[in-house]
């Protein structure tokens, strides 16, 4: 592949700081290889978001690039605790079992495990009040009870002879970050989607001598709920470079992306320019061809899942039905029909009522609770019948047999960052662009509410089906794409 100007320019810096600012569909990865090749007396070491981006990374990178998750860095620290037992005693823990080791209600149980997650993500050094969210704040009479709790659970989660509670993936990643590590053996550090980097994570990145690369899109940071921080704009590099030309779409999605994003983002500079092919995209799909749902919420996911039952195809739910809290419809549905004790979900169970839940849900302004709330509503008694007939439909791929498979990809945007398909419908659970018949200003708008838009619609290559938000907005604007 011939590199671009942009790319060229990548290559060729001569920066110790620099941050690669790169669009949608604008081929970072490859750009990264070209960077390591051209230092090929340098070691460089290529730091993934993920599993899956570090092996689809290693299979593409010249010799001189070593590919890893900062998970895979910091496994000594488990192994340091724990010996020959670390994959033992590494792992999930439920709230159930923290609930019968330390005698506590399963919601203070279920929070100090969130606590736990939210300190491992962030530079404390002690968990704190600060650590506990917000929302479960709400549902205890005393919330400092949780910080208690969650410090007892930390101790046993970091103790070689505990057998029951488990230390999470983060939490050796979070003491390895503690111990201000080196990272020997390599001359320069590419870090791939950086936008998502938690504090802990950019904290062992920025804690090295040797020079760095940052790569990532500032508008694609969707992550925040974990604790992401957008490590490519903290980031204090030396020198900026754009990457705007999109090898995954054409004009159309382009001018969508740009519309959006100059409306609405202040630091908008860089206009992404479609270089795919078809050069035109369709506004509607063929349903008769596989494509793929992509939506806001879990709950919407099983809305559009629900509304395709007729066409009879098969599914493929993006990394599996259990990602997708099936259940929790099934927690919220038994909530409805007031069979609470039947509830498993422990923050589920905390409400006295459905009603309850619904009051939550509408003074949070919760997308995922207010969508959760709806289902239920609409589906009433049928929820249980429809969680199994959907399930019936889902096929198990592995994602080399993506391009034969011949029916409906159902995902959350969250789940469809990294992917594309020929043929995308957006759910119509997105951001409003208007209230009580007014527009919204910019800020006035949550600003990840616009990257998971964004993030949604830009995996799509040939067509596209619009939310009617985005649509109502496009056309109101008058930037609907011809």
């Not at 589920?348 to 289902?375: I, N, Q, T, W, Y």
Request: a negative charge.
């Amino acid at each position: 592949m011939r590199l671009t100007e942009e790319q060229v320019r990548v290559v060729r810096s001569r920066a110790r700081r620099l941050a690669v600012q790169a669009g949608a569909g604008a081929a970072k990865t490859t750009t990264v290889g070209a960077y390591a090749e051209a230092r090929h007396g340098v070691r460089v070491l290529y730091l993934a978001f993920n599993k899956a981006i570090q092996l689809e990374a290693a299979s593409r990178m010249p010799a001189n690039v070593t590919c890893r998750t900062t998970h895979s860095l910091a496994w000594r620290q488990a192994c340091r605790l724990f010996g020959e037992r670390a994959a033992e005693r590494v792992g999930a823990t439920y709230p159930s079992t923290v609930a019968r080791a330390l005698g506590c209600g399963a919601l203070v149980a279920s929070a100090a495990l969130q606590v736990i997650q939210r300190w491992c993500g962030s530079l404390d050094e002690r968990i704190d009040m600060q650590h506990v969210p917000p929302d479960v704040a709400m549902r205890l009479a005393d919330p400092s009870v949780v910080v208690r709790v969650a410090r007892e659970v930390w101790q046993r989660m970091t103790d070689a002879r505990e057998r029951d509670i488990r230390l999470p993936h983060d939490g050796y990643l979070k003491l390895f970050q503690m111990e201000r590590p080196v990272l020997r053996g390599h001359d320069l550090i590419a870090v791939d989607e950086a936008q998502d980097l938690n504090p802990c994570t950019f904290d062992i990145v920025r804690g090295q001598s040797m020079p760095i690369v940052m790569v990532g899109d500032s508008a694609q940071a969707i992550y925040s709920f974990r604790g992401a921080t957008n490590a490519l704009a903290l980031f204090d590099a030396q020198e900026r470079l754009p990457l705007t030309r999109s090898f995954r779409f054409g004009r159309g999605i382009a001018s969508l992306a740009n519309a959006l994003l100059s409306n609405f983002k202040d630091d908008f500079s860089a206009p992404l320019v479609g270089a795919g092919e078809p050069q035109e995209t369709r506004l509607s799909i063929d349903t008769r061809r596989t494509f793929a749902v992509i939506a806001r919420t879990n709950a919407a996911v099983f809305e559009e899942a629900v509304a395709f039952l007729p066409l009879n195809r098969r599914y493929h739910f993006v990394g599996g039905t259990e990602g997708y809290k099936l259940e929790k419809i099934l927690d919220a549905y038994l909530l409805w029909v007031g069979e609470r004790s039947q509830v498993r979900e422990p923050y589920l169970r905390s409400f006295g009522s459905f009603d309850d839940l619904c009051e939550l849900a509408e003074d949070s302004d919760d997308p995922e609770l207010k969508h959760l709330v709806r289902v239920v509503q609409d589906y009433g008694l049928r929820v249980p019948g429809l969680v199994e007939e959907i399930k019936s439909r889902h096929g198990e791929l592995d994602k080399a047999s993506w391009p034969q498979f011949d029916g409906i990809f159902l995902c959350t945007a969250h789940k469809a960052k990294g992917l594309e398909f020929e043929q995308v419908w957006l759910a119509d659970d997105y951001m409003r662009f208007f209230e009580d018949g007014r527009e919204l200003e910019p800020d006035e708008v949550e600003q990840e509410e616009i990257n998971i838009l964004y993030v949604a619609f830009t995996r799509a290559r040939a067509a596209i089906r619009l939310c009617a938000s985005f649509e109502e907005w496009l056309l109101h604007r008058q930037l609907m794409p011809t």
